[in-house]
C-alpha cells in the first residue's frame, strides 16, 4: 500500500551539462502528470510523462526539469540574427529619411532590437540528451516512491486499526441481534398487561406472529455476513503491492451501505450505539482511503 504524497530530487553530469529534476505528488483520484521541461527539451515530454506513469498509477504528479552547467550555472550561448538586424537598419534608415531626422543608427539601437540578439541553450540534438534526463528521473522517482511506500505503512496500520474497531463492533452486534427477538416478546408481553388485559386474554398465537413478523423485519444476518466478507477483502488487498486505492474507495462504499441498513433495521439501543461507532470508523476510514494510491 502507498500514499499519494510525496517528493524526490535528484541530478545527473553528462558531457559538461547537470540536469536535475523535482517530482512531487498529492492526492487526486485519477492519474494527472504534469511536466515542465526547458524550451529545447520539450520534445522529451512524452518520454517523461510515459517514465512517471510507469511508477505512479494515481495522484497529481509535478515534474520539473533544469538544465545547468557543470559549475552550476544556466547552459546558454547569444546568437545573433544577422539578417533580422540588416532588415532593421534599412528601415531604420529609410524612416529616418522620412522624417528628416539625422542622428546616426547606431550598433547599440539594433541589438536592442525583438529578436536580434538571442539567447539560447546549447542543444544540437535533445533526444540525445534523453540519456541524462532519464537517469536524473529515475533517481527522483526512487526517491519519490520510497516515501509513498513509507507513508502508505502507516496508511495501512491506521486503516487496519479502523477495520478492527468495526469488527468488534460487529461481534458485539452479532451476540445482541438474538436476544433482541426476545426482548421484544416481553416489551410486548409488559405493554399488553399494562394495558389491564387478563393473562387469559392474551392470544399466544397472536403474540407469536407479531414476534416472527418484527424478527423478520430487523433481521440483519445477510448485513452483517455481507459486513464481515468486506473485512476479510480489506485483509487481502491490504497485502497487495499494487495500487489499492480505488479498490479501498469501493469496498468504503459497500461497507456505508450495509452500516446504513444496519442502523434502518436496529430496532435496540445498544445495536443502535454500535451502529453509530461503525458509522464513526467507517467516515475515518474513508478520509483515509483518500490518501492511498
Given at each position: 500500500m502507498k500514499s499519494m504524497t510525496g517528493h524526490g530530487w535528484a541530478e545527473h553530469a553528462s558531457d559538461g551539462h547537470k540536469v536535475s529534476v523535482e517530482i512531487s505528488s498529492v492526492n487526486r483520484k485519477q492519474s494527472e502528470?504534469?511536466?515542465?521541461?526547458?524550451?529545447e527539451l520539450e520534445v522529451l515530454?512524452?518520454?517523461?510523462?510515459?517514465?512517471?506513469?510507469?511508477?505512479?498509477?494515481?495522484?497529481?504528479?509535478?515534474?520539473?526539469?533544469?538544465?545547468?552547467t557543470s559549475d552550476g550555472g544556466e547552459s546558454q550561448r547569444v546568437s545573433l540574427d544577422a539578417p533580422l538586424a540588416r532588415q532593421y537598419s534599412k528601415e531604420f534608415k529609410k524612416l529616418a529619411r522620412e522624417l528628416h531626422i539625422s542622428e546616426e543608427l547606431t550598433l547599440d539601437t539594433l541589438l536592442r532590437a525583438p529578436g536580434v540578439l538571442q539567447a539560447s541553450q546549447d542543444v544540437e540534438d535533445a533526444e540525445a540528451f534523453w540519456p541524462a534526463v532519464s537517469?536524473?528521473?529515475?533517481?527522483?522517482?526512487?526517491?519519490?516512491?520510497?516515501?509513498?511506500?513509507?507513508?502508505?505503512k502507516h496508511l495501512a496500520k491506521d486503516l487496519a486499526a479502523r477495520i478492527r474497531t468495526m469488527r468488534q463492533a460487529v461481534a458485539r452486534?452479532?451476540?445482541?441481534?438474538?436476544?433482541?427477538?426476545?426482548?421484544?416478546?416481553?416489551?410486548?408481553?409488559?405493554?399488553?398487561?399494562?394495558?389491564?388485559?387478563?393473562?387469559?386474554?392474551?392470544?399466544?398465537?397472536?403474540?407469536?406472529?407479531?414476534?416472527?413478523?418484527f424478527a423478520?423485519?430487523?433481521?440483519?444476518?445477510?448485513?452483517?455476513?455481507?459486513?464481515?466478507?468486506?473485512?476479510?477483502?480489506f485483509d487481502t488487498v491490504a497485502k497487495s503491492s499494487e495500487p489499492v486505492g480505488r479498490t479501498l474507495d469501493f469496498l468504503a462504499q459497500e461497507m456505508n451501505r450495509e452500516i446504513n441498513t444496519l442502523g434502518a433495521k436496529a430496532n435496540d439501543s445498544?445495536?443502535?450505539?454500535?451502529?453509530?461507532?461503525?458509522?464513526?470508523?467507517?467516515?475515518?476510514?474513508?478520509?483515509?482511503v483518500q490518501n492511498v494510491e
Open positions: 502528470v504534469t511536466v515542465i521541461l526547458p524550451r515530454e512524452a518520454q517523461t510523462r510515459d517514465e512517471v506513469n510507469r511508477r505512479v498509477a494515481r495522484g497529481r504528479v509535478s515534474v520539473r526539469v533544469t538544465r545547468h537517469a536524473a528521473l529515475t533517481q527522483a522517482l526512487d526517491t519519490l516512491v520510497g516515501m509513498r511506500e513509507r507513508e502508505g452486534v452479532k451476540k445482541l441481534a438474538p436476544v433482541v427477538q426476545v426482548r421484544y416478546r416481553q416489551t410486548l408481553l409488559e405493554r399488553i398487561r399494562a394495558a389491564g388485559l387478563d393473562e387469559p386474554q392474551i392470544d399466544g398465537d397472536r403474540i407469536a406472529k407479531e414476534v416472527v413478523y423478520d423485519r430487523s433481521d440483519i444476518s445477510e448485513e452483517l455476513t455481507r459486513l464481515e466478507g468486506h473485512f476479510a477483502q445498544q445495536i443502535s450505539a454500535d451502529v453509530v461507532m461503525l458509522k464513526t470508523e467507517l467516515e475515518k476510514f474513508r478520509e483515509q
